[in-house]
């Protein structure tokens, strides 16, 4: 039990820094936790931690948000989580390993490809669209579609401050509507509550570092190596199915 306790400060940790630094860390929390709770069930845990970080960035960046932007990604991305629950709803233990792995190798790839390749093609409305869709069922799959969500607001051409917002408001409207389909699939109860709070002291520590350290970061460097621990981790999950 003092592993798990060590693991969920630990996650609490990394999801308050990458909410308020530089992000991108969404991709490892979730194995991270799946080492003292496998399956989908980590889901259900990680949730409450995403939505208390979500309601803190949206007060800190409240002032300017592109509620018409929202209005055209929300639809298909609600779209996505509800298409995604249904699958969730099928798949055992082991088959949700395997998807996360390669899920996670996936978002990495994306990254790499824009990294290297122009993104003109992203300005086709049907391509951003689609962003929407997949990010939105990545979400519910795996908590890790902050990339695709990126790559759709990017494209909306929005100063740095419209684009922090409309991303918290965003994802805070996503996890909310997660939570009942969580419950729903039993993912998520009381007794997965209680165990998120143990996870609060890290969160707030996290938030603190990320807010004020921010500048500190050298965001290529941090990016590379959360690509490497990302990668170890989905070959990781590979090895424990």
Avoid: C
Avoid at 162 to 167: A, D, K, N, P, Q
Avoid at 173 to 187: A, R
Wanted: aromatic letters at 16%; glycine letters at 8%.
């Amino acid at each position: 039990m003092e592993l798990s306790f060590v693991i969920l400060f630990f996650a609490g940790l990394i999801t308050g820094f990458s909410k308020f630094s530089v992000g991108g860390m969404g991709l490892l929390v979730l194995p991270i936790v799946m080492v003292s709770f496998p399956g989908p069930q980590a889901l259900g845990i990680l949730l409450p931690l995403y939505i208390i970080t979500d309601l803190m960035a949206v007060a800190s960046y409240k002032n300017k948000i592109a509620w018409p932007v929202l209005a055209r990604f929300l639809p298909l991305a609600l779209l996505g989580i509800f298409i995604a629950s249904h699958f969730l709803a099928t798949i055992d233990a082991d088959q949700f390993v395997v998807f996360l792995g390669v899920t996670i190798l996936a978002m990495i790839a994306l990254g790499l490809y824009l990294d290297f390749r122009p993104t003109s093609f992203m300005r086709k409305p049907w391509v951003a669209y689609s962003m929407g869709f997949f990010g939105g069922a990545v979400s519910m799959m795996a908590n890790a579609a902050g990339p695709l969500f990126s790559l759709f607001l990017l494209e909306q051409k929005l100063d740095k401050p419209t684009y922090v917002s409309t991303r918290a408001w965003a994802f805070l409207i996503l996890n909310f509507v997660k939570f009942p389909l969580y419950m729903g699939l039993g993912l998520l109860s009381m007794k997965t509550i209680e165990t998120s709070l143990y996870a609060i002291p890290g969160l707030v520590i996290g938030s603190f570092i990320g807010f004020h350290f921010l500048k500190k970061v050298n965001p290529i460097q941090f990016k590379w190596m959360i690509r490497i621990m990302s990668t170890i981790a989905a070959f990781k999950l590979f090895l424990f199915t």
